[in-house]
């Protein structure tokens, strides 16, 4: 299997390096938990490394990242101190963080422990609450289930929504509901499939089961330990760094008040808009987004290496 690691507090993490070290440093945060970087730099490596020094990851644990061994302490603090080791490891003074998804969630809970560390933060269709996300995919699920006439299933769906279970059982009830969507499933989040992501262009269907098997345990000790099911809604506010929030107009991920919240307590927030995008529109809408990206963040940023 075709890996890049570097070692970051002890473990080795997949990191994938685009561009100049002369270019504003950014730093690509995926989502899952435990999806891999993959999809984000097929479509925006060659986009973006003219303009960036792009650095794209596989978070501890996941994919092509060392796999977590048993009885090994591990959480989601880890994966915060981790983007901080890995920015003193390569030498970089301040650097961008764009998190995409659960990516969102990580990005925000490192800016807001390590505010000096960073210049901008961009959220592409991020969670910050998870029962608030699982909500709207039920929805998302629900309507789904109507198209393809399972019925029963949609009134399932919907019976959930306001039923008063913890973010974990929230999480929990879609993931198992939404599989019974099965071929259909990708539905919840994509509305454009026209431009995929070819998966086997690197690595063979066997390679990615054995890699995604790394990611389970990721996901299970990110579950059991709990910490992702904590609202961060609240830090928003206290954030001064600049911050873009990007939603897709068909993505559920990022619900009404997700982007209220935002709107109201983001000292220093923006928001874009992709009008034809799901959940991803680093690949939907994938050249609009790398132009958002250069817009947003300055070209004429402080010097990034040290």
Known sequence: MKENKIMVRGKGIHVEIYGSKENPALLYLHGGPGES????????????????????IDQRGVCRSEVISENEAFGFQDLVEDCEALRLKLNINRWSVLGHSFGGFL?????????????????????????????????????LFDKYNQHELKEKALSLINQNFSPREFTEMYMELSDKLGENRMEIYTFSFDNPTDYYAAYTEEEWDKLYDRSDIHYNLLREEGMIFTSLLDEIKHVENPMLLMTGEYDPATCEKHVEVFIREAQNGSIFHFEKSGHTPHYEEADRFRDVIINFIPLQSIQNVT
């Open 107 to 143: 990005a925000l809970a490192y800016v807001s422990q390590y505010p000096n560390s960073i210049d901008c933060v961009l959220f592409e269709c991020p969670t910050f609450d998870f029962t608030l996300t699982s909500k709207s995919l039920l929805k998302k699920t629900a309507y």
């Open 37 to 56: 970087c993959y999809d984000f730099s097929f479509h925006q490596r060659n986009r973006l490394k003219d303009h960036f020094y792009l650095i794209c």
